[in-house]
């Protein structure tokens, strides 16, 4: 398994900022995700983040809206750029280790004003 | 494109009774992996077990147990004993074995909230 750190675990934030969210992982992983849970809904991938290339952004999602970073097999950052109330969700990353199994961090809870 | 379908928004059973929770997916691939996720109130998505589609004998975890039938398409999760603190959030979801792109991610279904009574 893995052990998985995301900071902040909440924030709160005004309309037309940004939000960077960290991602740590306690081993060398090659594919990380990231996940947007919506209120009382399921999850749905944002991008995938493997290290050494650019993100792949799933349907609806772009890299000017949520650019993510992968600088080492430990670490990767979400941005949410130029935030608005629909932009409040529950953030979450994912590991897939040797087992084909996704592990989940502790998620992020934002909410936009 | 793969779906999962979970039919039963919610459910509830008595402390120490068994509860079953149904999902359904749709594929045309011939391998894949199946798992059910639990996520409490904390919101930490938690997994509770996994299926390979290649193996024809179900996962079991503790109490926990799945029941696989590839053909029908049909991964339901079974709790035994349960407990106030299976109490959560239960999300079924599908991985296709092939890689590349977005290939490799989980697909979810709508989840089910399974409430536990004392």
């Known amino acids: 398994s893995a052990v998985i750190s995301q900071k902040p675990s909440r924030d709160i934030c005004q309309r037309g900022t940004s939000l960077t969210i960290q991602c740590q992982v306690d081993?060398?992983?090659?594919?990380m995700f990231w996940y947007r849970q919506q209120p009382g809904q399921s999850l749905t991938l944002i991008a995938t983040a493997n290290q050494g290339s650019e993100a792949t952004y799933e349907s609806g999602f772009v890299i000017d809206k949520f650019p993510i970073s992968r600088p080492n097999l430990t670490f990767s950052t979400l941005t949410v750029s130029n935030m608005s109330p629909e932009d409040s969700s529950i953030y979450l990353c994912s590991v897939q280790v040797q087992s084909e199994t996704q592990y989940f961090g502790p998620g992020t809870r934002l909410l936009v004003l | 494109a793969q779906t999962v379908t979970q039919s039963q928004p919610e459910m509830s059973v008595q402390e120490a009774e068994t509860v079953t929770l149904s999902c359904t997916y749709d594929t045309s691939e011939s391998d894949y992996y199946l798992f059910w996720y639990k996520q409490p109130p904390s919101r930490q998505m938690i997994l509770v077990i996994r299926q390979e589609a290649y193996k024809q004998q179900n996962a079991t975890e503790n109490r926990f147990s799945v029941n696989f039938q590839k053909a029908a398409k049909s991964f339901s999760l079974k709790i035994s004993d349960s407990q106030l603190g299976d109490a959560a959030m239960y999300f079924c979801a599908y991985r296709s074995t092939f890689y590349g792109g977005s290939q490799g991610n989980l697909i979810f279904g709508k989840g089910t909230k399974l409430s536990v009574k004392p």
């Open positions: 081993s060398q992983v090659t594919m």
